[in-house]
């Protein structure tokens, strides 16, 4: 049964790249008041189970300690064992061979967004240029979609070379606006991007709606553009490096909330990480906490503020199975800067992933500024209006799918502001 409300995951708990940029999750953040109110560390008791978390349910690494007590000292400790905690653990290690490091985790490993996205690894080539240009200026904005396209080639070329089982898929991505005028704010963007120098020869464009429905099988489709990107599964990425980082002596402690940062009394410019199962000293505290950085660093409070945000997948109709499956990924562009985010899973068991900017996202956030304590809670499933958005779209724009409608769907905890949060904790405590 569909809900208006959120409802909490009855699932038993055995049964169960890349952040949003600028340009795939749009603005609307709550007022000024309700955004420095909304903080709060990972929920405990149940959360939501993402398909990839689902599928991982018996792997020890999620409930990994590599010692039974927590160490009283390293030289680094990192809070937060998702993609960005757990790639800092690796590049630390490969620059400090000899330091000792701890990451602590407060549920269990890569247990937050990133165990709970849509898969998409999908570098913006274009579509982001003109929001970036007006925060960060021309020059920066290229740089930032250059950033983009390298981390893609970089992720799949770690991939491949280390053979990392994650599901990876490289194929072509489309974005398709699916209006008239959504097809002229693209086309503006886009080509603004071109004469400002920005890369577009790898990037292949229709401005032809009937090619463009061709080529996509989006009903509406007014235009097409389409270059390489990826899908995969970012649990299973995570996991790779986090093993590999244990092997090269990193200690991994899940289940472990740091309540507190402090300085040491003892030694000058060394740390306390204070966790609820003991304190650890060290020269160097790494918070790699996403969207609740602002809990354990109240200085961010009202800058970085947690959000729910929900992934649908569902599973297509007989209609496209084998050679009928879709093949692409996509940004499907829609009115009001609305998106849709398509995974298809195509070399996988073909089911979609729809993320993005959901049109039923407004409401959801409405809901949420009536319901402030749900900001951090991972146990959402089932949005009506956003669930209802995806089902319309596949219904009506995908060609062939037909009545059938079989969903899934569950929730993450984005942070607003869209900046990777990777921050050193004496800049946080000392302002
Ligand atoms: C539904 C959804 C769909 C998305 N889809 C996509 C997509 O398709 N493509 C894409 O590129 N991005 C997507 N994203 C965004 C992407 O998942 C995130 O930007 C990315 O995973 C952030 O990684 P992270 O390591 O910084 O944060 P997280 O994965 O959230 O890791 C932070 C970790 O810190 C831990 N932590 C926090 N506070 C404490 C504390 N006090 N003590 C100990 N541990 C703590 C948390 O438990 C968590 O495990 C999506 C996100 C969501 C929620």
Known sequence: MLSQKPTECRRPAWKAIARPTISSVKESPPGNAARSTRFGF???????????????????????????????????????????????????????????????????????????????????????????????????????LDNEQQTWLALVEYVRQNNVDCDLWVGDTLDVPTTPDVAAIARRNF??????????????????????????????????????????????????????????????????????????????????????????????AIHATNAYSSALAPSLRGLIYPQPHMCDRIIPPVAFEESEALTNSYGVLLANGDLFSINPRNT??????????NPGQPAFERWLEAHPERGIDDSLQGFRPVTEAVRAFAQSQIIGWKAEFNNDSWSGIIAREYIPHFICSKKLIDG
């Not at 240009?133 to 290229?142: D, R």
């Not at 007014?222 to 090269?248: E, F, G, V």
């Open 42 to 144: 990972p929920k405990s008791g149940r959360y939501s189970l993402s398909y990839w978390l689902q599928g991982v349910q018996g792997d020890p690494l999620l409930n990994h300690r590599t010692t039974p007590d927590l160490p009283t000292s390293a030289d680094i400790v990192i809070i937060g064992s998702g993609i960005t905690g757990t790639l800092a653990a690796k590049h630390c290690k490969g620059a400090w061979a000899e330091k000792s490091i701890v990451v602590l985790e407060a549920r269990k490993f890569c247990s937050g967004a990133t165990g709970r996205n849509a898969g998409h690894c999908k570098p913006d080539q274009w579509r982001g240029f003109s929001e970036y240009e007006k925060k960060f200026g021309t020059e920066q904005a290229l740089k930032i």
């Open 191 to 284: 080509e603004h991007f071109q004469a400002a120098g920005g890369k577009v020869d790898h990037i292949k464009v229709t401005h032809d709606p009937m090619e463009a429905f061709k080529i996509s099988r989006i009903k509406d489709a007014q235009a097409c553009y389409s270059w390489s990107a990826s899908t995969l599964c970012p649990w299973k990425l995570t996991a790779h490096i986090m093993r590999d980082n244990l092997q090269k002596g990193v200690n991994l402690q899940t289940r472990t909330k740091v309540t507190r940062v402090v300085k040491s009394s003892k030694v000058l410019g060394n740390w306390i990480v204070k966790s609820d199962r003991g304190d650890i000293e060290c020269s160097q």
């Open 348 to 357: 996988t068991e073909g089911s979609a992933f729809i993320g993005g900017s």
